[in-house]
């Protein structure tokens, strides 16, 4: 009823698709209909952009949350005095893009993924709760409501060494930002990727948009015989103006980078992996787990570890900000052949100084994924229980209770499902190394009881959105059941995901 009344106080929202032949795309534009400005491309319903920094240790400062019932991904709590704040993010802001790259029917758990790889920085692109439902009841779940750069079209991050005719770009003489470069023909700078006409954003992480003439020169100076810029071409310039897109460094694409994270594929031996995880401060005093003891001859040294190496993620998941015995367990949960993205002592520094992630500078587009699926099938080897005749399943027999904490970002690490007939919750996912899988619960456990109330009953979804603000531990007492049991029992199509508790950001 609360939704439909929602819908129908905005049943003045109307939502319109421009076409602009010069990006190609179309431009979906939540308006007024009565009150619209024919000025202005986009309404106050449009999709906004949030530019979020945070400081070393600290968070964006927004918890989110899987929707119940439904695809998406909702800010649920945004935290005073926090950068989500000050750039305007909402509780009930829908997700659409991370860095440009839409995500609003990716699974929650790649999202998350996302928004941590991004580093110290993130561009996201989001949309209110009520214009949301407008435009979902009015073109349906599949229509595209998130606007985006052309394909391509990012800006640059090059790195430019002197040569005998200097870094070989000027800049346009003002007293003040912004600035935009004059290209010597074949010079450092042009060979380095950096586009004619280009404006200058940042100068080694730096901006430079309320920097005077002087002290952009002082900088440039400063740099000596090398120096890192963030640079967006004409195009790229017009397309976000059109958008009303941020110059942002998190969509900036590598050229000339003088240092790339490296991953490396490691498959245990009889001597083990041959490497010794540390937790100490690197080079700029940031804290992190660094690859130390690598052995000749074993796994790691084969795959090309460095002693120093600090750890950037595992299987594809950032590790800043977890603690030792965390990032211990994620490598120990993907078993005998792990997946490990790494920075070398001079990549650390020189990401610390741009203050972007190196996994954003990937060589391959996409991060190595958690081996979910082969890790849930595995999982659960029990007796398949047998089936009543009429089709619905007995209660599966010796149960157990576990016990959860949170773990780093607020969430426990699994997920539920639910169905209408049998037994109405089960696990679908838990991810590897983290609460969930420590604590030993299994794809496809049936949940009986939720912290000492019996679940299957009527209030079991009220119940779930209340245990985010419950104490811990979490109490679950559980049944296993095969995977094949489940797929006996649950139609295809008929099961509801929810994501339990949200992720501190």
């Known amino acids: ?98 860095n ?22 993130v561009l996201l692109t989001v ?4 214009a949301h439902d407008v435009a979902r009841a009015q073109l349906g779940e599949d229509a595209h409501l998130c606007p985006t ?90 397309q976000c103006r059109q958008l009303g897109l941020p110059l942002a460094a998190p969509l900036a694409e590598g050229w000339a980078l003088p240092n790339k994270p490296r991953c490396l594929h490691l498959e245990k031996g009889p001597q083990g992996f041959g490497f010794l995880l540390r937790e100490e401060k690197g080079p700029d005093g940031r804290p992190g787990q660094f ?31 977890l603690g030792h015995e965390e990032t211990v367990s994620r490598i120990q949960a993907q078993g005998s052949c792990v997946s490990l993205i790494v920075v070398d002592p001079e990549a650390d520094r020189f990401f610390s100084m741009v203050r972007l992630s190196p996994l954003l500078f990937l060589e391959n587009t996409e991060a190595p994924a958690s081996p979910q699926g082969s890790s849930s099938a595995s999982l659960v080897e029990t007796e398949v229980p047998s089936l009543e005749d009429t089709g619905v399943p007995s209660v599966p027999l010796g149960s157990r209770q576990c016990f959860l904490y949170p773990g780093p970002g607020g969430g426990y690490g699994f997920r539920l499902s639910c169905v209408a007939s ?3 919750l089960f696990i679908s996912q838990v991810t590897p190394g983290g609460s969930a899988a420590r ?15 019996p679940a299957g009953g009527e209030n079991d ?18 049944a296993a059941r095969s995977l094949r049991g489940l797929e006996a029992w649950i139609p295809s199509g008929a099961a509801e995901d929810w994501a339990l508790a949200s992720d501190l950001l």
């Not at 130390?292 to 900000?321: T, Y």
């Open 100 to 121: 440009n790259d839409v995500v609003e029917h990716e699974d929650y758990a790649v999202v998350v993924r996302r928004i941590r790889a991004s580093g110290p920085r």
């Open 127 to 130: 949309l209110a709760r009520h």
């Open 422 to 424: 049998g037994p109405r």
């Open 291 to 321: 690859l130390w003891e690598v052995d000749p001859g074993l796994p790691a040294k084969k795959a090309g570890m460095q002693a120093g190496d600090r750890l950037v993620a595992v299987a594809g998941e950032s590790v800043e900000g």
């Open 149 to 238: 750069l052309g394909p391509g079209v990012r800006p640059r991050l090059c790195h430019i060494v002197k040569d005998e005719g200097g870094f070989g770009f000027g800049v346009t003489h003002g007293n003040q930002g912004p600035f935009w470069l004059v290209l010597s023909t074949g010079g450092a700078a042009e060979r380095a990727g950096v586009p004619p006409g280009a404006r200058l954003l940042e100068v080694n992480g730096v901006s430079v948009e309320k920097l005077t003439h002087n002290q952009l020169t002082r900088k440039l100076w400063q740099s000596g015989q090398q120096v890192t810029l963030l640079v967006a071409g004409p195009e790229v310039e017009e």
């Open 439 to 453: 604590a030993g619960l299994q794809v496809g456990d049936v949940i009986l009881e939720v912290n000492g109330y």
């Open 1 to 98: 009823m609360e939704k439909a009344a929602d819908l129908q106080d905005a049943a003045s929202l109307t939502l319109k698709f421009k076409f602009n032949p010069k990006l190609g795309i179309d431009n979906p534009v939540l308006s007024l209909a009565e009150d619209h400005d024919p000025s202005d491309p986009w309404s106050l319903e449009r999709p906004r952009f949030c530019l979020l920094s945070k400081e070393k240790g600290k968070s964006f400062g927004f918890h989110l949350q899987q929707e119940l019932g439904r695809a998406g991904h909702v800010v649920c709590r945004v935290d005073p005095g926090t950068s989500a704040q000050r750039q305007g993010l909402q509780e009930g802001d829908r997700i659409l893009a991370v």
């Open 461 to 478: 979804l009220e119940r779930l959105q209340q245990l985010p603000e419950a104490e811990p531990p979490l109490c679950l007492k559980l």
